[in-house]
Each structure stands twice: as structure tokens, then as C-alpha cells.
């Protein structure tokens, strides 16, 4: 069977960077995923062999809420052209599903510990993610042409 995610990258020391899950909560059914990855820059020695990725899973019914948010870093593994258009590699990449798959492991945990966790019906598959650079607004486009981001300003 043909996998129809790619592996650009290779998914490196993913860490639980926060954990919240609340038994108060009514609000619609919803469950959002989402992710920012850092800029090329962050790589000081030059190569752009890696990115730091922090991704978001986020769920909320009538009964209760969860967001776990974890980090990791995601190496170029030189299959694809990765710097074409990051946000496109990472949104196929089995190295996001597998973090989706420990994001979606540590919320059962935590609704675990609330005795909550049998009340989301969360997909084996990650849902459509949210994808943005680190540092940019969800309003401005992961990746733009300096041409496009001039201020206006003289």
C-alpha cells in the first residue's frame, strides 16, 4: 500500500509543551489542529536542515475542553524540496500526523485523568491543519515574496 503522506522530514525529540483539559466547559462539538514553524533562520549553522514545529490540538463539546500543545523539530530529510513551499511538505508529511498521533495520545491522558476520555470521538487521521510560520498573523500567508510584504513606508 502507497501512503499518500511524503517523508520530507524526519520527526525529532517531540516534546509536551503544554497540557489543559477542563470538565466545565459548554461550548459547540469542535476539534481543531493546528500548527507554526519557525523560519530558516533559526538554523544558525546556515544549512536549513531543520525546523522547530509546535502544533495544537484543540477540542471542546457541551461536557468538556482540551489543548495539548507539543514542539518538535522536524529535519529535511532530502527526499523533497522542502524550501519550495514548507507549508505544503508539512501539511503532507507523515512527521505532522505522527505529531497529531502523540497530540491525540496525550489528550486521552489528560481526559483520562478526568475520567472524560470516552466522550470525544477524535479521528485516527488528523483533521485539516492550520499552517503558519512562527511569528506571522493567521491573516498573513505563511511564506511571502519580499515584493509582496513592503510597508509603504519611505
Known sequence: MISMFN????????????VEAHSDHATDPHLTWSCSYSTPE?????DNDFRVVIATLHGANEEASFTITMGSIFIDSGVHDVNADY??????????????DLC?????TALGMLSMEGIFEMPS????VEITELGKSEQEPA????????????
Open 7 to 18: 517523508k520530507a522530514f524526519i520527526l525529532a525529540d517531540p516534546r509536551v509543551l503544554g
Open 42 to 46: 533559526m538554523d544558525e549553522d546556515g
Open 87 to 100: 507549508a505544503q511538505q508539512l501539511e503532507k508529511s507523515e512527521a505532522l500526523e505522527s505529531l497529531y
Open 104 to 108: 491525540r495520545l496525550q489528550a486521552r
Open 125 to 128: 487521521k488528523a483533521p485539516e
Open 143 to 154: 511564506e511571502t515574496d519580499e515584493s509582496e510584504s513592503a510597508t509603504g513606508t519611505d
